[in-house]
T-cell receptor, first 111, second 114 residues
Framework: QKEVEQDPGPLSVPEGAIVSLNCTYS??????FMWYRQYSRKGPELLMY????GNKEDGRFTAQVDKSSKYISLFIRDSQPSDSATYLC???????????FGTGTKLQVIP | SAVISQKPSRDICQRGTSLTIQCQVD?????MFWYRQQPGQSLTLIAT?????????ESGFVIDKFPISRPNLTFSTLTVSNMSPEDSSIYLC???????????FGPGTRLTVL
């Protein structure tokens, strides 16, 4: 079983839709949860970074962590064509522990 | 955030040859990381490189196959040795941000081995 699992998609939505991207993880020691966005032929860029359970909002993006169910979500409001990318969730247990990435979900926002 | 460049951006190589990938950062950083990203698979950490010490390799990756140099705080190289088609992948370097969990990635090197 992979430590971080993601549906690879692709996920296609119309412009303006609310997007929900999800991951599950299996390692109970994970405390830090990250979302990266990767445009085609580019390196990943850090989008959101949360610690433990709860929500974190940044503009149109909201990251949500439910440690009881080991579930990580990223919500994108008023999605734009420029949001079309692959979204990677990632996690680690803190300190200098290796960051474990999901396989990524490819999102396409259609104008 | 750090600005990271990688060279080459892409290459096509013959089986049995070696390729050295360069990673340059615009600021001094303690830790640099090398990842492999294969189609349909997650980013996989190859090794962590600290300046002035031997790189630390993850399970499944060995120094003979992926030697790494870290001569200073802004530069690192990864060599993919004795390549086979299974080494075809995107190789990415990253650096630590304000914490270990925040990483900044380079644009990647797309390697195809024939």
């Amino acid at each position: 079983q992979k430590e971080v699992e993601q549906d690879p998609g692709p996920l296609s939505v119309p412009e303006g839709a609310i997007v929900s991207l999800n991951c599950t993880y299996s390692n109970s020691a994970f405390q830090y949860f990250m979302w990266y966005r990767q445009y085609s032929r580019k390196g990943p860029e850090l989008l959101m970074y949360t610690y433990s359970s709860g929500n974190k909002e940044d503009g149109r993006f909201t990251a949500q962590v439910d440690k009881s169910s080991k579930y990580i979500s990223l919500f994108i409001r008023d999605s734009q064509p420029s949001d079309s990318a692959t979204y990677l969730c990632a996690s680690n247990s803190g300190g200098y522990q290796k960051v474990t990435f999901g396989t990524g979900t490819k999102l396409q926002v259609i104008p | 955030s750090a600005v990271i460049s990688q060279k080459p951006s892409r290459d096509i190589c013959q089986r049995g040859t070696s390729l050295t990938i360069q990673c340059q950062v615009d600021s001094q950083v303690t830790m640099m990381f090398w990842y492999r990203q294969q189609p349909g698979q997650s980013l996989t950490l190859i090794a962590t490189a600290n300046q002035g010490s031997e790189a630390t390799y993850e399970s499944g990756f060995v120094i003979d196959k992926f030697p790494i140099s870290r001569p200073n705080l802004t530069f690192s190289t990864l060599t993919v040795s004795n390549m086979s088609p299974e080494d075809s992948s995107i190789y990415l370097c990253s650096v630590e941000g304000t914490s270990y969990n925040e990483q900044f990635f380079g644009p990647g090197t797309r390697l195809t081995v024939l």
